[in-house]
């Protein structure tokens, strides 16, 4: 690992820890690209970590830090996520899966993070779960199932529908999971989408729910 120090960064506020993991994709063109842009003060932008598509893992501030990765949002019905959290970006442009070394990076830095704030698997959470239509990252082609495996990331559930299925018993399955952040129902859906069936498309339908029933993804 190597240290490239970023100004974008500040002291978390009201005395605030990490309780919360956010994964990103930088959705540039490379790795060292998108480290000049979170270390220039300038963009206003930054993260704890990048981790390059060869593995290699820079970190840009300190765990202790606020960084600021992650922008307006929600979870659990908490905001101000950036004095929540770490961040970690993932060199990707988010059109294709990403590297077997970049992933194994990933859970070991998670591992690491995870044991020294004391944060769950239900902590670990996407850009888009925070930020539903505003950001799209880490992507449909991120693998949370990989993550669930190993206890890096919330299980999926696997709870029933109920009968009728409308977007308010969708809606209320979704914020239960910690989806609180006001989204068109639509867009909810995507949302939800991205972390549990990434390739799913078309109606809600009883799967949808499947993920969230029975279940919380709250930190």
Request: aromatic share 8%.
């Amino acid at each position: 690992m190597r240290f490239q120090s970023s100004s974008n960064c500040a002291e978390r506020r009201d005395g605030l820890k990490p309780s919360l993991i956010v994964i990103h994709y930088t959705a540039m063109e490379s790795a060292e690209a998108a480290i000049e842009r979170l270390c220039d003060p300038e963009a206003e932008v930054s993260a704890h970590y990048l981790i390059a598509a060869n593995g290699d893992v820079t970190q840009m501030v300190e765990e202790a830090a606020r960084a600021w990765h992650a922008g307006a949002g929600e979870w659990c019905g908490l905001d101000d996520i950036n004095s929540r959290s770490i961040g970690i970006e993932l060199d990707n442009r988010g059109t294709h899966p990403f590297s077997a070394p970049q992933m194994d990076a990933l859970e070991n830095l998670l591992c690491g993070i995870m044991r020294r704030w004391d944060i769950t698997p239900e902590g670990v959470i996407g850009h888009s779960d925070m930020a539903p239509g505003r950001k799209f990252d880490p992507g449909p082609h991120f693998d949370w199932a990989r993550l669930a495996r190993q206890g890096l990331a919330a299980p999926v559930g696997q709870g029933d529908a109920p009968e009728k299925l409308d977007w308010p018993s969708f809606r209320t399955a979704a914020q239960r999971a910690g989806f609180t952040a006001e989204a068109p129902d639509e867009v909810l859906l995507e949302a939800v989408r991205f972390r549990f069936r990434p390739y799913a498309s078309g109606a809600l339908s009883r799967e949808d729910y499947a993920p969230l029933c029975q279940r919380t993804l709250r930190a």
